[in-house]
């Protein structure tokens, strides 16, 4: 009895480790660090401040472009159909056609950029602009989309959808890059 106790013991575990290295792992698992980062803000109106973006680079970064975007588009469908994965443990097709919509809707495109900036080269310089373009596609998408939502008025929208939030970006930027320097030395091969 003892031995089959062992040996499905193994099964078990050599399964679970098999699952946990698999893609679909990975992109559920940065699906959820998304929905996670939401709730991690600072509520402020139109648009509040969060640690989505940074979870969005580095997905791009540590996924590689296609994983990167199905994990982000699994974020976004989770929302849509009722789990309060969003800001505030918010949820719901409206949020996509609210004033934070564009950011939504702009990572998938993000994590695609940085994935696919990176692909060839790791090196620091390209690591640090693919981050920096991801987040700024993000800002400027958000912010013209906020744009709607100010009458048109696109300065008004990208101050307070994009400047105000210039600093603390860059400090998600620059966590991100040290971040993926150091979870990359552990595990270089993230599907």
Not at 39 to 54: D, E, S
Not at 137 to 160: C, E, H, P, R, V
């Given at each position: ?9 193994g099964v ?6 098999k ?6 792992f990975w ?9 996670i ?7 402020t ?18 996924l590689?472009?296609?994983n990167?975007?199905y994990s982000?588009i ?8 009722g ?11 409206a949020k996509l056609?609210?004033?934070?919509g ?9 994590a ?20 920096f373009?991801g987040?700024l ?11 709607l939502f100010m ?6 929208a990208?101050f ?22 150091t979870?990359?030395?552990k595990?270089?091969n993230?599907?």
């Amino acid at each position: 009895m003892q031995i089959r106790e062992k040996a499905g013991s193994g099964v078990l575990i050599h399964s679970l480790t098999k699952v946990r290295s698999s893609e679909l792992f990975w992109i559920f698992a940065f699906s959820f660090l998304t929905a996670i980062s939401a709730q991690i803000n600072i509520p402020t109106q139109p648009v509040p401040f969060t640690l989505q973006t940074m979870v969005v680079l580095l997905a791009g970064a540590l996924l590689g472009s296609r994983n990167a975007v199905y994990s982000q588009i699994i974020y976004l469908v989770a929302g849509i159909l009722g789990l309060p994965v969003f800001a505030e443990y918010s949820f719901g097709i409206a949020k996509l056609f609210g004033p934070t919509g564009g950011y939504l809707l702009s990572f998938p495109f993000a994590a695609f950029l940085v994935g696919y900036l990176i692909e060839e080269k790791r090196n620091a310089l390209v690591l640090f602009t693919a981050f920096f373009t991801g987040q700024l596609l993000i800002l400027i998408a958000g912010a013209g989309y906020l744009s709607l939502f100010m009458g048109g008025d696109i300065n008004k929208a990208l101050f307070s959808g994009a400047i105000i939030f210039s600093v603390w970006d860059l400090i998600k930027t620059v966590a991100a890059f040290g971040i993926y320097k150091t979870v990359s030395k552990k595990y270089p091969n993230l599907p």
